[in-house]
């Protein structure tokens, strides 16, 4: 149980142009999920709290207008890439709160922008 | 939330415990201590978590110190498919955000 997934795992994408990537919670409902991101030899940094039906909380120095967080319904969060640049080149990984107040994680989008 | 102190790599024997040390000194009475690991290339994958008690599950036991001020994840029989980095992290009951440390890279050797 507690599975999350993510879609796509990986993406190259042209500089300038958007990317989404999909947070699904498989076996459990989530009204919040979370989105990090990691770069190479770091630890994982929270971008953002995702709570179904309402506005995404993101955290200091986080651009919102740039990474637009929808959470529209109990099992799917998505995140979105705006005018992506090669510095948005990252690891991101979301993760889904389960009943038992536990975090559970995606298995992570790998997204390289040229 | 408390800060984790946690070594930053360790060695382990194949079949062997490994025994993976926290310390979280400055842990406040509602404060839960989590422990993820995460393989690389991979999201962080959910091993335990404890508040007072020692647990343990089919991956993992936890031992929290009568004090509070320091844990420890045990993995009872290493393999090789358990080298990851290991994550010690210490949350408030009722916020669920997760602060990521530098954890300890725990490498099992043939």
């Known amino acids: 149980g507690a599975v999350v997934s993510q879609h796509p795992s990986w993406v190259i994408c042209k500089s300038g142009t958007s990317v989404k990537i999909e947070c699904r919670s498989l076996?459990?409902?989530?009204?919040?999920m979370f989105w990090y991101r990691q770069f190479p030899k770091q630890s994982l940094m929270l971008m953002a709290t995702s709570n179904e039906g309402s506005k995404a909380t993101y955290e200091q120095g986080v651009e919102k207008d740039k990474f637009l967080i929808n959470h529209a319904s109990l099992t799917l969060s998505t995140l979105t890439v705006t005018s992506a640049h090669p510095e948005d080149s990252s690891f991101y990984i979301c993760?889904?709160?389960?009943?038992?107040?536990?975090?559970?994680f995606g298995p992570g989008t790998r997204l390289l922008v040229l | 939330d408390a800060k984790t102190t946690q070594p930053t790599s360790m060695d382990c024997a194949e079949g062997r415990a490994a025994n993976l040390p926290c310390n979280h000194s400055?842990?406040?009475?509602?404060?839960?201590v989590y422990w993820y690991r995460q393989i690389h290339s991979q999201g962080p994958q959910y091993i335990i978590h404890?508040?007072?008690n020692n647990e343990t599950n089919e991956m993992a036991s936890l031992i929290i110190t009568e004090d509070r001020k320091s844990s420890t994840l045990i993995l009872p029989h290493a393999t090789l498919r358990d080298t990851a980095v290991y994550y010690c992290?210490?949350?408030?009951?009722?916020?669920?955000?997760?602060?990521f440390g530098k954890g300890t890279l725990l490498t099992v050797n043939p």
């Open positions: 076996d459990f409902q989530a009204t919040t």
């Open positions: 400055t842990i406040s009475g509602n404060e839960y």
């Open positions: 404890g508040l007072k």
């Open positions: 993760s889904a709160l389960s009943g038992r107040e536990t975090q559970y």
């Open positions: 992290i210490v949350r408030v009951g009722g916020n669920y955000k997760l602060t």
